[in-house]
């Protein structure tokens, strides 16, 4: 496998500071800037008045939720949804005559930004044993060879089924079906890399794997929102819309991350005339500086806080009804919190005392409560424990289960969430896998299969001959890249199902197939007629999702329509899998009888804005856990153990990329112009280390299997806390080991790499400002 290669089309970046506002002007220029270039002014206004209504489909982009219809904009979409809409709806083509100019060993010297914006994928390639092009090959023929290969492995378990969030729930349902029906629960996705800590903590606490608001929590009803490892104007740029609306109601609204982000400035509302030529909205009341992994100490302080003031004051801080008919284990908590060494927390948190008492008196003054979260607290070692807390947090004051209040981690890409209530989970329940076998009449493997870190150790071991990832970009997303890299080239056969070329497609197995599908954004006519799919957006609201443009070439199929296709070729029509294919209704059908929630589906999913899925805890505060409470639990506050000389980096996205994908090679928002490879660094820190602000260093991670290293990067001066520091990934994902992960959730720990910085061959050279 080559070297993965350096981003040799941005090596100058400059810096000039981070910004302090979000959206605004410079929002809607950049949007039409990027959409007109990609797609040019018809397709352009044809797609984007569409996104995100009842009647077009749904943002390829982020989860977050939609206002009710009655509500919605004309332009119901961020600056980072029009770029995603318009990076899969370009007018470019990548197709034969590409790949005869290009051989895979030229491609692999090519970044991935590149790559991605050649165009969209027009036919299916294969790459043969001991091939350096990829070259033609027909539908038939592809499937045919992937179904030969399944059939040809010794065990079912020798196959892996990946998945990307941005797969619909009727293509999800169905991709699990086929692995099942072949005999393994080998489904990983992307959720194992995101928000699987969630998952884990809410299911074990709560009962319920998912967050419990609703749009109107946020808009209508919380009287404060508290916003922790999550960059909302980068990451979710939308939620920005219902913050305001929050705001300007009376919410308070406190952010707590290391890093200062204009999403937590004055949001310049591209819709209103005071964000378009007025100072917009300042959005956040206070605004916490946290440490790298300071957020369990950050929490468990605020619980400390609340004990002590009860402890003075007999009724004032808890609600001891909710706690008494509601939740177990307080007496073991409590004990513990006043246990806990406030001047410990104060370091773990790297916030003095007085901050984590003030927050806590706002907590006092407000009747509901939400705490909404992100990947800054999902990928650390700890992840598991801080969301436990956080739920502690919530149960103390009744904060779960009344309008305003709960639990929301906020998912990221448009789908994940309806992946997983579709089966996409390598350790789905006996009583999913009953109500399958009841619905299909086979009996579905009940041994759990494999994650996506222990799918890459098995195929770095010779464990695993077919690989087939449905969207998405693997090896990037993953950690340990050149570990995973050569893991995927162990297979015989490595299939991949897209809309643009990635590196994950170069990094191939003996044998290899990439195959074009539809984007969200283009029609999917079947042999029942025009059809439509459905997705679950991260407030477990349900709603249909139906294209406008026409397929970007003939050769293109939908997701749904490559799955049941594939499964025929190797089952036949055991199950009807051309019956889900020409009427993705019968696919529904099918749901509504296995997955509860979706009861008369078909009928509900046709209503404007869709339905909302049931969740007990908010519902009707009943607790599915083996006691039918809710959950107190001891979390002891931990913190990354970083010695003399070293720094923790934690991982972050530009303004210019959503996950994996690279739109351009700005952030507007931190200041950066012309490239990716930089480190954001306290200027003490860069002092204390005898670096200058630009020199080029390596990052170098101390594992307990070795050191890692990513060459290249520009030292930038930052206001991240003493000891951290910050860089984007996927560039940094090199630097995580493979078994560095949470615990529990075994989800990667990209939010908590400790680096030291070596100066780079290539010398130093400050950005200009």
């Given at each position: 496998m080559a070297e993965r290669p350096i981003d040799t089309t941005g090596t100058d970046p400059t810096s000039s500071g981070p910004e302090r506002s979000s959206a605004g002007m410079h929002g809607i220029t950049e949007s039409v800037r990027y959409s007109m270039s990609e797609m040019g002014p018809k397709r352009s206004l044809r797609t984007l008045a569409a996104m995100n209504h009842v009647d077009g489909f749904d943002c390829p982009s982020c989860a977050w939720g939609d206002p009710d219809p009655e509500h919605r904009k004309i332009a119901e979409f961020c600056e980072n949804?029009?770029?995603?809409?318009?990076?899969?709806?370009?007018?470019?083509?990548?197709?034969?005559?590409?790949?005869?100019?290009?051989?895979?060993?030229?491609?692999?010297?090519?970044?991935?930004?590149?790559?991605?914006?050649?165009?969209?994928?027009?036919?299916?390639?294969?790459?043969?044993?001991?091939?350096?092009?990829?070259?033609?090959?027909?539908?038939?023929?592809?499937?045919?060879?992937?179904?030969?290969?399944?059939?040809?492995?010794?065990?079912?378990?020798?196959?892996?089924?990946?998945?990307?969030?941005?797969?619909?729930?009727?293509?999800a349902f169905l991709y699990q079906l086929l692995a099942r029906r072949l005999g393994t629960n080998n489904l990983p996705d992307c959720s194992n890399m995101c928000h699987e800590s969630s998952g884990a903590a809410l299911t074990e606490t709560i009962?319920?794997?998912?967050?419990?608001?609703?749009?109107?929590?946020?808009?209508?009803?919380?009287?404060?929102?508290?916003?922790?490892?999550?960059?909302?104007?980068?990451?979710?740029?939308?939620?920005?819309?219902?913050?305001?609306?929050?705001?300007?109601?009376?919410?308070?609204?406190?952010?707590?991350?290391?890093?200062?982000?204009?999403?937590?400035?004055?949001?310049?509302?591209?819709?209103?005339v005071r964000g378009l030529i007025g100072p917009g909205t300042k959005l956040t009341d206070r605004w916490l500086p946290v440490r790298v992994n300071g957020d369990l100490a950050l929490f468990a302080g605020l619980n400390r806080a609340l004990i002590d003031r009860e402890d003075a004051q007999p009724a004032s801080a808890l609600d001891h009804d909710f706690i008494d008919r509601y939740c177990d284990g307080f007496e073991a908590a409590a004990a513990a919190w006043r246990a806990l060494d406030r001047s410990r927390i104060e370091t773990m948190a790297g916030l003095p005392r007085r901050l984590i008492e003030d927050c806590a008196a706002d907590v006092l003054a407000a009747d509901s409560v939400v705490v909404c979260w992100a990947m800054g607290l999902t990928q650390h070692r700890n992840a598991v424990a801080t969301i436990r807390e956080i739920v502690n947090f919530l149960l103390l004051r009744g904060n779960i289960g009344r309008p305003g209040a709960g639990p929301a981690p906020i998912r990221g890409h448009s789908n994940v969430q309806g992946d997983r209530s579709m089966g996409i989970w390598e350790k789905m329940p006996d009583t999913f896998l009953d109500r399958l076998r009841d619905e299909f009449g086979f009996e579905p493997p009940r041994a759990h299969g494999l994650d996506t870190v222990d799918s890459i150790k098995a195929m770095r071991d010779g464990k695993v001959d077919v690989f087939i990832g449905l969207g998405g970009n693997f090896a990037s997303a993953t950690?340990?890249?050149?570990?995973?890299?050569?893991?995927?080239?162990?297979?015989?056969?490595?299939?991949?199902?897209?809309?643009?070329?990635?590196?994950?497609?170069?990094?191939?197995?003996?044998?290899?197939?990439?195959?074009?599908?539809?984007g969200r954004s283009e029609r999917d006519p079947q042999a029942s007629g025009e059809q439509f799919v459905t997705v679950e957006d991260t407030m477990a609201m349900v709603h249909s999702s139906r294209g406008r443009l026409f397929p970007g070439s003939p050769h293109l199929r939908s997701e749904v329509a490559i799955i049941a296709d594939l499964a025929y070729a190797l089952f036949g029509a055991d199950l009807g899998w051309r019956d889900m294919r020409d009427d993705y209704a019968v696919i529904r059908r099918h749901i509504e009888h296995v997955i509860p929630g979706f009861h008369a589906f078909e009928?509900?999913?046709?209503?404007?804005?869709?339905?909302?899925?049931?969740?007990?805890?908010?519902?009707?505060?009943?607790?599915?856990?083996?006691?039918?409470?809710?959950?107190?639990?001891?979390?002891?506050?931990?913190?990354?153990?970083?010695?003399?000389?070293?720094?923790?980096?934690?991982?972050?996205?530009?303004?210019?990329?959503?996950?994996?994908?690279?739109?351009?090679?700005?952030?507007?928002?931190?200041?950066?112009?012309?490239?990716?490879?930089?480190?954001?660094?306290?200027?003490?820190?860069?002092?204390?280390?005898?670096?200058?602000?630009g020199d080029r260093v390596d990052l170098v991670s101390v594992n307990a299997d070795g050191e890692r290293r990513a060459p290249g990067f520009r030292a930038v001066r930052y206001p991240t806390p003493r000891g951290c520091a910050a860089a984007y990934y996927p560039e940094t994902n090199v630097l995580v080991a493979l078994d560095s992960t949470a615990e529990t959730s075994n989800t990667p720990a990209t939010k908590s790499i400790v680096i030291r910085l070596e100066p780079s061959g290539g010398g130093a050279g400050a950005p200009r400002r």
């Open positions: 949804g029009a770029k995603a809409v318009a990076w899969e709806a370009t007018r470019k083509r990548v197709d034969a005559a590409f790949f005869a100019e290009y051989s895979v060993a030229a491609l692999r010297e090519r970044d991935g930004h590149w790559l991605e914006s050649q165009g969209r994928l027009a036919q299916p390639m294969r790459l043969a044993p001991g091939a350096t092009h990829f070259e033609p090959v027909s539908w038939q023929d592809a499937l045919a060879l992937t179904a030969d290969r399944l059939r040809g492995i010794a065990d079912p378990n020798r196959a892996v089924f990946y998945t990307s969030g941005r797969t619909s729930n009727e293509a009962g319920v794997g998912k967050g419990l608001i609703t749009y109107a929590d946020i808009t209508d009803h919380a009287d404060l929102i508290i916003v922790v490892g999550q960059n909302p104007g980068t990451c979710h740029p939308r939620m920005l819309t219902a913050l305001e609306q929050a705001k300007r109601r009376g919410a308070r609204i406190i952010a707590a991350n290391p890093l200062p982000e204009a999403g937590f400035g004055r949001f310049r509302n591209p819709q209103t950690p340990d890249t050149e570990v995973t890299e050569a893991a995927l080239a162990n297979c015989d056969l490595t299939v991949h199902v897209a809309t643009k070329l990635n590196r994950t497609h170069l990094c191939h197995g003996t044998e290899a197939l990439v195959l074009p599908c539809l009928q509900r999913v046709r209503q404007p804005g869709g339905f909302m899925l049931p969740r007990a805890p908010r519902d009707s505060r009943t607790f599915p856990t083996a006691t039918g409470k809710a959950h107190f639990t001891v979390n002891p506050p931990t913190a990354t153990e970083v010695p003399p000389g070293y720094l923790l980096l934690t991982t972050v996205r530009s303004h210019d990329q959503f996950n994996t994908t690279v739109y351009g090679l700005d952030d507007r928002y931190r200041g950066i112009k012309g490239g990716r490879r930089v480190v954001f660094v306290n200027g003490d820190d860069l002092r204390a280390l005898h670096l200058h602000e």
